[in-house]
T-cell receptor, first 111, second 113 residues
Framework: TQLLEQSPQFLSIQEGENLTVYCNSS?????LQWYRQEPGEGPVLLVT?????EVKKLKRLTFQFGDARKDSSLHITAAQPGDTGLYLC???????????FGGGTRLMVKP | NAGVTQTPKFRVLKTGQSMTLLCAQD?????MYWYRQDPGMGLRLIHY???????AKGEVPDGYNVSRLKKQNFLLGLESAAPSQTSVYFC????????????FGQGTRLTVV
């Protein structure tokens, strides 16, 4: 069982649709991050959230950190084929020594 | 800027062979991590280091050893490779702990036959 559970594992949608990806845990995290990974590449950071209830926006992407700092969500508005990829949440429980990842959500946006 | 460099990029091993994967970073980062990623999965932490001369176990450390003799290098060793260790291995470096961004290498694709 992973410390961070992501859902859904797979998502295939049409261009223009909205979607939400979830990252849940029973543990409290000092911070949560979202990464995106393209095939054959390492993950690249999208955003970091550190305060419970925090909401951050990155163009069509909206990230939220749960009030209790145990969960996070990523919402994409009007998805585009360029959003296709593997989305990973990652967190540090304490001062940040151990950075652990969720199982990932593989998103495919069809034109 | 090189960032995080992993060598080799590809390797095929026979069961029982040993090998060392090298991760080098030129950003003077304190923290370094080794992960494995199996097909369609997220990253699982193998070992990590919070500074030169220190190492610690992650989520799946069995069958692997690491060393951080120099701040810029983090080595991952497989003493006796098994088919279950077939995976893509990623190294990451982070300036400090907490909310700092992790920078990843391009990965090493290892196949054990």
């Amino acid at each position: 069982t992973q410390l961070l559970e992501q859902s859904p594992q797979f998502l295939s949608i049409q261009e223009g649709e909205n979607l939400t990806v979830y990252c849940n845990s029973s543990s409290v995290f000092s911070s949560l991050q979202w990464y995106r990974q393209e095939p054959g590449e390492g993950p690249v950071l999208l955003v970091t959230v550190v305060t419970g209830g925090e909401v951050k926006k990155l163009k069509r992407l909206t990230f939220q950190f749960g009030d209790a700092r145990k969960d996070s969500s990523l919402h994409i508005t009007a998805a585009q084929p360029g959003d296709t990829g593997l989305y990973l949440c990652a967190g540090s429980k304490d001062a940040g020594n151990m950075l652990t990842f969720g199982g990932g959500t593989r998103l495919m946006v069809k034109p | 800027n090189a960032g995080v460099t992993q060598t080799p990029k590809f390797r095929v091993l026979k069961t029982g062979q040993s090998m060392t994967l090298l991760c080098a970073q030129d950003m003077n980062h304190e923290y370094m991590y080794w992960y494995r990623q199996d097909p369609g999965m997220g990253l699982r932490l193998i070992h990590y280091s919070v500074g030169e001369g220190t190492t610690a176990k992650g989520e799946v450390p069995d069958g692997y050893n690491v060393s951080r003799l120099k701040k810029q290098n983090f080595l991952l060793g497989l003493e006796s490779a098994a088919p279950s260790q077939t995976s893509v291995y990623f190294c990451a470096s982070v300036p400090t702990g907490g909310a700092a961004e992790a920078f990843f290498g391009q990965g090493t694709r290892l196949t054990v036959v």
